[in-house]
């Protein structure tokens, strides 16, 4: 974004002086409160001449990508002077979340570098762009004031602090058949069987080493894998400190998930994610909770389905998501699918 210039109360004071003084004069004939006059006059087309041109001027920032709701987090701001000397900089750093960072940057020669490091406070869960940062500075006399908005790339991720995990229902199965082979062909690790091509196949089934000894295309099917143990379901948007209680708690429970090695699944409405999650992937997730949708048939649906193996489904619905609690509840007692519903 290119610089905007805007005046300054002092050009008020500037102008109010002159007044007074050109009154004076009359009254007293003085030359001098003449030439005062004139020079009152004249500072505000020097400060319109001097005025600071940001647009030269190189920003950036150094962060944690994800922090956790209360968390101290160092930032460093870095300020770079263009081809000309800049002037003295009041430094705003913006990001959805987080507290303001301002820092005062002193004149720098052209090509000057200097880097602050301050620390700021995660104030809210959330998930938000890279921020703006804010560059102010005022002509001479301070009679103008320029200002440029710097957009930064990148995403910044507030996750809620994991709280202490809830016990979970077990599955209809143990963990050790959840994870077992189903004897049906699909995504899995295990080899099903070799066949020969069939007219439909997709080409990347086909297995170019057995291809080569046959010398007819064969293709090679995996056996699907059991569900997946624990799938969480989240609804929204909600809003309130017990909904942030109950995506802590969710927090916790899927990271205990994943971290133990165990199969975990996230789903949302309208941002699922596909995958095995990590522990980044989890706190990601949920960093990202507003933009959750209301849950319809195809995603309870899906939550279900990949439960049916041994699983169950832990949801995070808002207490007043009446519908979407009685859709789901409804889903899992037809699938004999245990159901943990959070929040509120």
Do not use: K
């Amino acid at each position: 974004m290119r610089t905007r210039t805007a005046v300054s109360p002092a050009v008020a004071v500037a102008l109010g002086g002159a007044g007074v003084l050109y009154l004076l004069a009359n009254v007293v004939a003085s030359w001098w409160l003449v030439l005062g006059t004139g020079a009152l006059l004249v500072l505000p087309a020097v400060a319109a001449l001097q005025r600071p041109r940001l647009d030269a001027v190189q920003v950036g920032r150094r962060m944690p990508p994800r922090v956790p709701v209360g968390a101290q987090v160092p930032t460093t701001l870095v300020v770079r002077a263009g081809s000309r000397p800049s002037p003295e900089l009041l430094v705003t750093d913006v990001v959805p979340g987080l507290t303001d960072a301002r820092v005062l940057v002193p004149p720098l020669p052209a090509g000057g570098v200097v880097e602050v490091a301050v620390v700021r406070t995660a104030q809210r869960r959330t998930r938000s762009r890279g921020g703006t940062l804010r560059l102010e500075a005022l002509a001479p006399f301070g009679l103008l004031r320029s200002v440029r908005e710097v957009p930064l790339e990148g995403v910044v991720h507030v996750h809620p602090v994991p709280s202490t995990a809830l016990p979970l229902p077990a599955g209809a199965a143990s963990r050790e058949d959840a994870l077992a082979p189903t004897g049906r062909p699909g995504a899995g690790s295990e080899v099903l069987q070799l066949r020969e091509w069939r007219a439909g196949d997709p080409a990347r089934a086909v297995s170019a080493r057995h291809t080569a000894r046959r010398g007819a295309p064969v293709v090679l099917e995996r056996e699907q894998d059991g569900g997946a143990e624990l799938v969480l379901l989240l609804a929204g948007p909600g809003a309130g400190q017990e909904w942030e209680a109950a995506l802590a708690r969710g927090c916790a429970a899927a990271l205990e998930a994943v971290s133990g090695g165990r199969p975990a699944a996230l789903l949302s409405a309208g941002t699922p994610l596909r995958g095995r999650p990590g522990p980044r992937d989890v706190l990601d997730w949920f960093a990202a909770a507003d933009d959750a949708g209301a849950l319809d048939d195809a995603v309870v649906a899906r939550a279900v389905r990949r439960a049916a193996h041994g699983g169950s489904v832990l949801a995070l619905v808002p207490v007043d998501a009446v519908a979407d609690r009685v859709r789901l509840r409804r889903a899992a007692d037809a699938a004999r699918v245990p159901l943990v519903v959070l929040g509120g």
